[in-house]
């Protein structure tokens, strides 16, 4: 559909998402679309590869379930993330006791590699090389390659089957406008999901409210909002 | 052409529509149909063709027309307007073509196989072709000396190795299917034999074929 | 610098721009830098290789000098482009003449891959891999991949000596807002310029005049305006 | 140590500060030296660290700390922002550290090398230090138990095998050029003795060596 659905509910929203999906979550502090996941885990949807760029601690408020939340409640069956939010080795996070206990699968890569690997996905890119992580842990076994005398590891892209996106401002279309560092990875979300979920701040307007300039993500992104 | 192609767009489709006949399709679509048209330059939701009046100077599609824009409409950068056609979000693409193939191969960007003759031009079209849903093409059933351009296989460089679905000409509107053609539809003053005549490849008629109505 | 020096004329931004660079061109039909690159062709800058959409037909209006004017002069050793505006065989353009007379050496590449190659070289990318010309003349020779099952063709990044941009407004941050169809390739081309130089149409206004969120490139990546 | 990094970022510089008090730094300069400070989150010329009145709720650094925004400030998305970084527009990246060798190594990300041990997280650092023009470090210079820091090879998993140029510590601030390290500023109440015998690995003295002045 040219068109985005509007749901009347975040429960509405995410309420055929099934067990076993990818799932793209933006957010770096803010812009964290903490409706859709809270949704999403109260849906109960489980075994969840989750793409994010770290693993936020749990929430505590038990109104508010982030990723954290997914990943101590045993929905989450592999995470792709750049941090994994230890603090000290002798407080190890719940992702960090969990990846010791083989419960859940850890990929750790360098942000700019979790950014850009989500844009590839969004942009038909199935893969590209990166300077990041060369002559490191995290670039053993992969494949390195030499361009201009310099060496680069190759990385896929991402294409999930869901990416859930925080907006501050959505019209009808579906075009979204982020505010401030809220915007971080919500843009290049919206392009990597095969169905892409956003929850906005502000009433939807009509189509053409927004100037065709100031748009952040077109509409043609973008497969549901709340 | 345009007419029949703006017709048989499904509702709801991301269309982009490529240079000549096809631009003029988005001209033959119900607003309720919710069709939304793209372009490479990084229009995303555009109108008809604009009259001089209208037209905006800084709105064109990719054929070089002034465009009207619809509620909407947004513009993103040369990259981005790429990356929404890679990643497989058009439904369908419409182009023209010099020769089409019952393959599903198509030829639009060079007039001939020596580079010394013709350099060409290919534009965005292999990347339109090669990840949106459907092709579809928009051209002349023969040379104006009267040669098919529907062909078993294409004489001149292809701009894609197959995924044609369907190809509108001004004698008839002709499915691709399993490497066959499929003639679905014919135009008044035409005849299902005189199409078959003049098409350079084998031409299935579909059970339902029938004069294209305007 | 962290600013840009701002020029007082076209003439003055171009001064010292040698012969034998790199230079990407954006435009569109709209968008082009058409008074950077008069500027340019008075200088007298030659050996150029030119990154640009198609080269367009020489301008016939002495006071604009355009791309095709640059190749139809001698200027322009090697051009990168999708397009080559031949309008019928019986009348090759003069960069047609010229690639067959041997005199301008020509890479033909689709369109995505010319922006994707532009974007790439900006973002630090040296490669990717594209499913743009695979099974055509245009992948010949090229390095193919599979990766899940489809086949695609490896494609470099670029960075240019110099890019050329035309703005519709900014700050003395650099900050650049382009209108409508005319941001096209100014955006990726800004940032693949070692040095990036800004033709502006409306006067340049204070830093923190426009919202930050409104601004579609970030000064940082400005080197001169005029 | 903030202060020390403020002072010595050069006029126009683009700077990139990481966690910790790398992140005061940009408390530290002169508005009239023209200097950028980005952060891998995407804002594009931020100031000081906010008071909670001054603080925008959609505002911070890649620390997480609440910072101002200066003039002609602007937001770009996470692809862009390490575009910025990978492109080599960056001229220091400042960042924490638990070793530093004379090799310009440096280990900042995993406090084992056991991955049972720790995980680790490695943020944007393996980016920044891959493209910046130079790789600035603020660290102690020994560990709580009184053990270097700055040695002779890193003994954790290194953030990068190369690149460090300047390394800023508790009590000293020393220069690595060629393979060496080169004492260039030591504390008040420090002696350059002092330094070198807290330091795991050939410190050699700069002939300009000089109290750090606050």
Known sequence: MARPTIYPTMAD????????????????????PLNLLTALHQRGTKEITVVQNGAAQASTDPSVRNVGNLIEDGRVKKLIASFTAATHPSRPSITEQMARAGTLEVELLPQGTVAERIRAGGAGIPAFYTPAGVGT????????????????????????????????????????????????????????????????????????????????TPGVFVTRMV | MAAVIGRRLRPGSVVNLGIGIPTLASGYTREEDDILFTSENGVIGYGRVATPEEGDPDVWNAGGQQVTLVPGASFVHHADSFALIR??????????????????????????????????????????????KEIWLAMEHTTRE????????????????????????????????DGQFVLEEYAPGYTVEEVVSLTGAPLQVSPDVKEIAL
């Open chain 1, 13 to 32: 929203a995410v309420a055929d998402v099934p067990d076993g999906i990818t799932l793209i979550v933006p957010g770096f502090g803010v812009g964290t």
């Open chain 1, 137 to 216: 842990l995290l670039s053993e076994g992969k494949e390195h390659r030499v361009f201009n005398g310099r060496t680069y590891v190759l990385e896929e892209g991402i294409v999930a089957d869901y990416a859930f996106v925080h907006a501050w401002k959505a019209d009808t279309a579906g075009n979204l406008i982020y505010r401030h560092g809220a915007r971080n990875y919500n843009p290049i979300a919206a392009m990597a999901g095969r169905t892409t979920i956003v929850e906005v701040e502000e009433p939807i307007v009509p189509a053409g409210t927004f100037s065709p300039d100031e748009i952040h």
């Open chain 2, 87 to 132: 990643s497989g979000r058009l439904d369908v693409t419409v182009l023209g073509a010099y020769e089409a193939a019952a393959d599903g191969s198509f030829a639009n960007w060079r007039l001939s196989n020596s580079a010394f003759d013709n350099l060409g031009g290919i534009g965005g079209a292999m990347d339109l072709v090669a990840s949106a």
């Open chain 2, 146 to 177: 009267g040669k098919p351009r529907l062909l078993d296989a294409c004489t001149l460089p292809v701009t894609s190795p197959r995924g044609v679905t369907l190809v509108v000409t001004d004698i008839a509107v002709v499915a691709v299917r």
